[in-house]
């Protein structure tokens, strides 16, 4: 007989904002749009000020800064300029056979997405079957926003395409928040988040969430706790809300604009690892503009592909979740078994899989591989990442079926990949190909939750 669920949650037991589920009624409780979890009844969001408190930004010290490409003016026109830039440091002298094989192959890479990416007409198919197997950190900016379809693959309309893009982005920070009587006049050194919303005409409820989630995000990376970062994602998430009213802001979304951030500010400074000692403030407010609006319209275009995940009830993800559980049945019965005698709910560990597409499980750099993957798949952020989850979570099998319910959920909640490399990521990738050709097209795992085919 199948075990009651809704008492067998652990008390006390909250889950992180943004990606985890709450308690309901009934035991479960799906993330809302920041309508619902702010609650329609708070009118001034006056309590912003005890929520988000002054915070101490860090200051990057001297000699841990980056380096700003002296040619970032001509990467800021055509990213294209970026490829004749790219330099290959010789094979270290002591290298073994095996790293000075890796050394070429990595070279040869490069050089193939040179080739596709200096094309007058840039060969899409041939891109996406190149990104498959991952894109090398020096072009990944470039192909990433070729593979989302912001970038035009003619290069004689790159330039007009990206000027004009970024200004309308620009425009639009500009009239979201020069709505009411100009702040700088009205607000003083102490005036509060809330009072501040008032001043610019803001949506409070919406500016309210999205104040308390910024700060949240990837806090253990030293780029995200800088103000300038966290003001430029405050920035893309509440134009991204309102322009998308159907939706709205959704605790989850702040985390996905991170890899784009991380990857298109690494493209205009020597060293492409962004993740600490890069004080964003620091840089020519062109660059900062730039970056903001390229992730803001490469965040639209793949929140497009899944906004069922995001409006109201959030029917995508129940969907996914659903398709989880059939699957998962498919390709490890024992397992499924197990997880329905301890009373355990799909719904309970893989919402947050499916709202952060597993962001919240692994970091950011490993997402971003993932992510070459994802944009190489013509639904890579919602079909293929279905067959990523099942194979993430048959990866513990040995351990799960081990485990009782508490256990299994406290498991599931940390899972043990923060010592992943890339390598752990492309197997799980692979993994989750082989699921895709076997299953894919299959009813018995796509049914909806009527059980109908």
């Given amino acids: 007989m199948r075990r009651e669920v809704k008492n067998r ?3 006390n037991k909250t889950n992180d904002p943004g990606g985890g589920l709450t308690r309901g009624s009934n035991g479960i409780s799906a993330i809302l749009p920041s309508e619902q979890l702010s609650g329609r009844g708070i009118a001034n969001s006056s309590d912003i000020a005890e929520v988000r408190e002054s915070l101490n930004y860090p200051s990057a010290k001297k000699s841990e800064g980056k380096i700003l490409r ?13 490829l004749h830039l790219i330099s290959h440091p ?7 056979p095996k790293e000075s094989e890796a050394h070429s192959s990595r070279i040869s890479r490069i050089n193939k997405f040179k080739r596709i990416l200096q094309a007058s007409s840039i060969p899409l198919t041939e891109l996406r079957d190149s990104s498959w197997s991952g894109i090398p950190e020096e072009v990944r900016a470039m192909s990433w926003q070729l593979l989302l379809g912001y970038l035009p693959t003619s290069s004689e309309r790159r330039v007009a395409t990206l000027e004009r893009k970024r200004k309308a982005y620009l425009d639009g920070v500009r009239q979201a928040f020069e709505r009411g009587p100009s702040a700088s006049n009205t607000a003083g050194p102490k005036t509060t988040t809330s009072v501040q919303a008032r001043i610019r005409g803001l949506d409070e409820a919406l500016w309210h969430q999205i104040s308390i989630d910024v700060p949240r995000t990837s806090p253990h990376l030293k780029l995200y706790s800088y103000e300038a970062t966290q003001r430029s994602l405050e920035r893309i998430l509440y134009v991204w809300a309102i322009r998308h009213p159907a939706s709205g802001y959704v605790q989850g979304i702040n985390d996905l604009v991170t890899p784009f951030w991380q990857v298109f500010l690494g493209s205009y400074i020597t060293d492409n690892n962004v993740e600490s000692g890069m004080d964003p403030g620091q840089l020519p407010k062109p660059v900062l503009d730039a970056v903001e609006a390229d992730s803001f319209w490469c965040l639209t275009k793949l929140l497009d592909g899944i906004q069922d995940n995001y409006i109201f009830a959030q029917p995508g993800i129940i969907r996914q979740v659903s398709a989880l559980r059939d699957l998962t049945t498919r390709i490890d019965s024992g397992l499924a078994k197990h997880l329905e005698s301890e009373g355990v709910e799909f719904m309970q560990f893989s919402f947050r899989w499916m709202n952060c597409l597993l962001m919240r499980e692994v970091s950011v750099r490993n997402t971003i591989r993932m992510w070459d993957t994802y944009m190489a798949e013509e639904q890579g952020f919602s079909d293929f990442h279905l067959y990523v989850c099942a194979a993430f979570l048959v990866k513990w099998s040995e351990q799960l079926v081990k485990m009782d319910f508490q256990e299994i959920m406290m498991f599931l909640q940390a899972l043990p990949t923060r010592d992943w490399t890339e390598k752990d990521i492309e197997l799980l990738l692979s993994e989750a190909y082989i699921w895709q050709s076997l299953f894919r097209g299959s009813s018995a795992h796509l049914r909806n939750s009527s059980g109908v085919t």
Avoid: E, F
Wanted: net charge neutral; charged share 15%; hydrophobic share 25%.
């Fill in 70 to 82: 002296p040619q970032y003016k001509d990467i800021l026109r055509d990213p294209a300029n970026s």
């Fill in 9 to 11: 949650i652990p008390p």
């Fill in 90 to 96: 010789p094979v270290p002298q002591n290298a073994s």
